[in-house]
Every structure is written in structure tokens, then in C-alpha cells.
């Protein structure tokens, strides 16, 4: 069969979907994103339908199919399980010359949803005569294709502050995957994974952000004004940092910085270890019916210190749970502080080290015996520390 390819510009136009389960559940997305006017019909929909019904995103009429549904709709995606009831829907879109995809029956549609990728403005979609899996093959070649075209193009100048996520290079988002391909220039931290840094262009600069030579501070600002001075000079920055750039990763300072020298910035959010180091251990810092809230806190500073701006004895009167990041120095001060203020020494706590990489360890205990089992054991930074109920779920 030769099929005529064409896109569909839906924005404003109305698209009836008949049926609320799985299947319309997957086509929903595409078709919102166009923008088209949704209507559904049918007795049920799924949860995720139903959220979006509840939240204006499409129209639901609660009943069967009837014949008129489909007058003034530009497109008909049929999506039950029935095939008595997918002819009567198809039937009546034959009737009115109105294009029908056809979830149940293929060759009985009058129009196909092929196999679509998307890469910025670009998209491609491959079609089949029924070897659906030949033609996610072929996207997937092309999508592949696309992301190293894209990578090779310039971008304008600017910075990037890039999340790379807990440590696993795996765990990077696309997006940072990408940008950080286009880098001409990469200041990275030391949590970052770096394999990562293997795959940069052989022609980026790349600036290793430990190995400043000055104090914290000094430091700051000399990776402020490096980013701000690659910048300027036309070139596109990536700020590449462990974990979430706005979870203690000095990203705010970053962006600032970079604001007030006229410099464009855009942030990429990462995976943060104070929960994925956690979850990789089989911990979840939430648990219905355990905990209805976590705080994540830094402990580089003592909590005795006038530099600490973390309340702990409000932490240690709260039932949910701690994350302590960067805490292995302190820990034992930290703990002492939880309990002297009035969290039991018996709560249930763990340490995880390096999480998402083959160094991982995790470590139970409580919050009494701590800060000694990690001397113990010989646990290092970076590490991140848990303290709740919590601690003692195996997932």
C-alpha cells in the first residue's frame, strides 16, 4: 500500500477520541502537545485521563459512542477494545469523511499514527505496512542520527548549569547529555562522573573547578568569572556539577553571577543523591503511612557553629525524615544535636556512599550508635546520611 505522508496542524482544532484506557492514555500526550481540542467518550477513563479532564486539559462525555460525535471533528482516533463498536466509530467517520486511526484493526483505519521522534523543531515520523517493529528501528537509527547532528552544531553563547545526577553517567538527563556534547567550554566538580568528561569534544576547553587554586570563596569567584569570561568571548558554557545544581551546588550563586554580566544562562536540573543515593540503597525518604515529609539539610557546618542556619532542634521534634548531605564530618556533633533536643537515640538511620556507582555502600544502624558504625566501617565522603523510620524499610 503507498500511504501519502502529511503533518497535521491540530492547535485549535477538535479531535475525538473514543474510549479512556491505556491506549488513548498513550496517545493523549501527542495530541495535547499539538494542541489539539480533545474530546473523549467514554463510561470510564483511566487515572491519568481523568486528571487531565479535572484539570480543563480535555473534554469527557461520560457515555457510549453515538454516530454524531464525530460531526466536526478533523481527526478520529478510535481506541476500544471492541471491534463491533471500532467499526460503528470508523463507520460513521467514512460517513463524514473524517480520517480514523484505528487502534484494533489497522487495515481497517483510513489513517496511521506512525513512529514519531522529535529533536527541537525536527520531526520524524516512520511509517509501516505493519512491521511496527522495523519501523521503531528505523526511528531509533534516525533519532540516533539526529542527536549526533545536533550535538555538532554550535550553540550560542551562554552558560549551562548542569545537574549530572548522583554519579552514574547513565543518570544525566538527555538535555544535559546533549548540551554538555555541545560545550565549547566545561568547568566541572569532582562528583562528576568521568566518563562523562571522555565524551566531550576533543576541541572543548575543559576546566577542572577542584583544582582552583584559592579558599572556598576565591574559588567561587574565580569559576564565577571564568564562566562569565568564556561567555563573553562567544562561547558556550557548560557548568557541569554533581547531583542538582540548585541543591547545595552553589548554582544560585552561578546564575547570578551570570545575570548581572549580561550572560544567558539556562538551567538543566539534576538528579540529586538526597534521593536517589537513599533509593539505590532500597530506602525511600517517604513511605505512606511512615513519613508525610523529608528535610534535606547540609552539614558542612557544625550545628554548635553561628555560621549553621539549620534548625535542629525544630529537625530533631519533626516524625519525617532527615537527609543529611555532606554531614560526615560533623556527624557525630549532628546526632548529638538531634538527640539532645529530643529525637530518640533508637531512630532508625543509614549512611549510603558514592550511591549509583560500583563503589556504592550503604550502612543501618540508628541515630544513637551512627556516627561511630561509619568510623567503624571506614565510610567516606561523599556520602549521604539518612535518619527516620524510614531507614529501617528494605525496598
Given at each position: 500500500?503507498?500511504?501519502?505522508?502529511?503533518?497535521?496542524?491540530?492547535?485549535?482544532?477538535?479531535?475525538?477520541?473514543v474510549?479512556?484506557?491505556?491506549?488513548?492514555?498513550?496517545?493523549?500526550?501527542?495530541?495535547?502537545?499539538?494542541g489539539?481540542?480533545?474530546?473523549?467518550?467514554?463510561?470510564?477513563?483511566?487515572?491519568?485521563?481523568?486528571?487531565?479532564?479535572?484539570?480543563?486539559?480535555?473534554?469527557?462525555?461520560e457515555?457510549?459512542?453515538?454516530?454524531?460525535?464525530?460531526?466536526g471533528?478533523?481527526?478520529?482516533?478510535?481506541?476500544?477494545?471492541?471491534?463491533?463498536?471500532?467499526?460503528?466509530?470508523?463507520?460513521?467517520?467514512?460517513?463524514?469523511?473524517?480520517?480514523?486511526?484505528?487502534?484494533?484493526?489497522?487495515?481497517?483505519?483510513?489513517?496511521?499514527?506512525?513512529?514519531?521522534?522529535?529533536?527541537?523543531?525536527?520531526?520524524?515520523?516512520?511509517?509501516?505496512?505493519?512491521?511496527?517493529?522495523?519501523?521503531?528501528?528505523?526511528?531509533?537509527?534516525?533519532?540516533?542520527?539526529?542527536e549526533?547532528?545536533?550535538?555538532?552544531?554550535?550553540?550560542?553563547?551562554?552558560?549551562?548549569?548542569?545537574?549530572?545526577?548522583?554519579?552514574?553517567?547513565?543518570?544525566?538527563?538527555?538535555?544535559?547529555?546533549?548540551?554538555?556534547?555541545?560545550?565549547?567550554?566545561?568547568?566541572?566538580?569532582?562528583?562528576?562522573?568521568?566518563?562523562?568528561?571522555?565524551?566531550?569534544?576533543?576541541?572543548?576547553?575543559?576546566?577542572?573547578?577542584?583544582?582552583?587554586?584559592?579558599?572556598?570563596?576565591?574559588?567561587?569567584?574565580?569559576?564565577?568569572?571564568?564562566?562569565?569570561?568564556?561567555?563573553?568571548?562567544?562561547?558556550?558554557?557548560?557548568?557541569?556539577?554533581?547531583?542538582d545544581?540548585?541543591?547545595?551546588?552553589?548554582?544560585?550563586?552561578?546564575?547570578?553571577?551570570?545575570?548581572?554580566?549580561?550572560?544567558?544562562?539556562?538551567?538543566?536540573?539534576?538528579?540529586?543523591?538526597?534521593?536517589?543515593?537513599?533509593?539505590?540503597?532500597?530506602?525511600?525518604?517517604?513511605?505512606?503511612?511512615?513519613?508525610?515529609?523529608?528535610?534535606?539539610?547540609?552539614?558542612?557546618?557544625?550545628?554548635?557553629?553561628?555560621?549553621?542556619?539549620?534548625?535542629?532542634?525544630?529537625?530533631?521534634?519533626?516524625?519525617?525524615?532527615?537527609?543529611?548531605?555532606?554531614?560526615?564530618?560533623?556527624?557525630?556533633?549532628?546526632?548529638?544535636?538531634?538527640?539532645?533536643?529530643?529525637?530518640d537515640?533508637?531512630?532508625?538511620?543509614?549512611?549510603?556512599?558514592?550511591?549509583?556507582?560500583?563503589?556504592?555502600?550503604?550502612?543501618?544502624?540508628?541515630?544513637?550508635?551512627?556516627?561511630?558504625?561509619?568510623?567503624?566501617?571506614?565510610?567516606?565522603?561523599?556520602?549521604?546520611?539518612?535518619?527516620?523510620?524510614?531507614?529501617?524499610?528494605?525496598?
Amino acid at each position: 500500500m503507498n500511504l501519502y505522508p502529511m503533518a497535521l496542524r491540530l492547535d485549535g482544532r477538535r479531535v475525538l477520541v473514543v474510549g479512556g484506557g491505556a491506549v488513548a492514555t498513550r496517545r493523549m500526550p501527542a495530541l495535547l502537545a499539538a494542541g489539539a481540542r480533545v474530546e473523549v467518550v467514554s463510561p470510564e477513563l483511566t487515572p491519568a485521563l481523568r486528571g487531565l479532564a479535572d484539570q480543563g486539559r480535555l473534554t469527557w462525555n461520560e457515555r457510549s459512542f453515538h454516530p454524531d460525535d464525530v460531526r466536526g471533528a478533523w481527526l478520529v482516533q478510535v481506541a476500544v477494545d471492541d471491534p463491533v463498536a471500532a467499526a460503528a466509530v470508523s463507520a460513521a467517520a467514512e460517513e463524514h469523511q473524517i480520517f480514523c486511526v484505528r487502534a484494533d484493526d489497522r487495515d481497517a483505519a483510513t489513517a496511521w499514527t506512525p513512529a514519531v521522534t522529535r529533536h527541537g523543531e525536527i520531526t520524524v515520523a516512520v511509517t509501516d505496512s505493519g512491521d511496527r517493529r522495523r519501523a521503531i528501528g528505523v526511528r531509533d537509527l534516525v533519532a540516533g542520527a539526529l542527536e549526533s547532528a545536533t550535538a555538532a552544531e554550535p550553540m550560542p553563547a551562554g552558560v549551562a548549569l548542569v545537574g549530572s545526577g548522583p554519579g552514574d553517567p547513565e543518570l544525566i538527563t538527555v538535555l544535559g547529555r546533549r548540551l554538555l556534547a555541545a560545550a565549547d567550554v566545561v568547568v566541572a566538580d569532582r562528583l562528576v562522573p568521568g566518563s562523562l568528561l571522555g565524551e566531550l569534544r576533543p576541541d572543548a576547553e575543559f576546566v577542572d573547578a577542584a583544582k582552583i587554586p584559592y579558599g572556598p570563596s576565591a574559588a567561587q569567584e574565580e569559576i564565577n568569572r571564568i564562566l562569565v569570561d568564556r561567555a563573553k568571548a562567544g562561547k558556550f558554557v557548560v557548568r557541569l556539577k554533581g547531583g542538582d545544581p540548585y541543591v547545595f551546588g552553589r548554582g544560585g550563586e552561578e546564575a547570578i553571577a551570570c545575570a548581572e554580566a549580561g550572560v544567558p544562562v539556562r538551567v538543566v536540573p539534576g538528579v540529586t543523591s538526597a534521593i536517589a543515593a537513599p533509593a539505590l540503597a532500597g530506602i525511600p525518604v517517604t513511605q505512606r503511612g511512615v513519613a508525610h515529609e523529608f528535610t534535606v539539610v547540609s552539614g558542612h557546618v557544625p550545628p554548635d557553629s553561628p555560621a549553621s542556619l539549620v534548625d535542629w532542634a525544630a529537625l530533631a521534634r519533626m516524625r519525617g525524615t532527615v537527609v543529611v548531605l555532606m554531614g560526615l564530618k560533623n556527624l557525630k556533633s549532628i546526632t548529638e544535636a538531634l538527640i539532645r533536643h529530643g529525637r530518640d537515640d533508637a531512630t532508625p538511620a543509614a549512611v549510603v556512599q558514592e550511591g549509583s556507582t560500583d563503589a556504592q555502600r550503604s550502612l543501618r544502624t540508628t541515630l544513637g550508635a551512627i556516627a561511630a558504625d561509619v568510623v567503624e566501617a571506614g565510610i567516606r565522603p561523599p556520602a549521604v546520611v539518612v535518619i527516620g523510620e524510614v531507614a529501617a524499610i528494605v525496598a
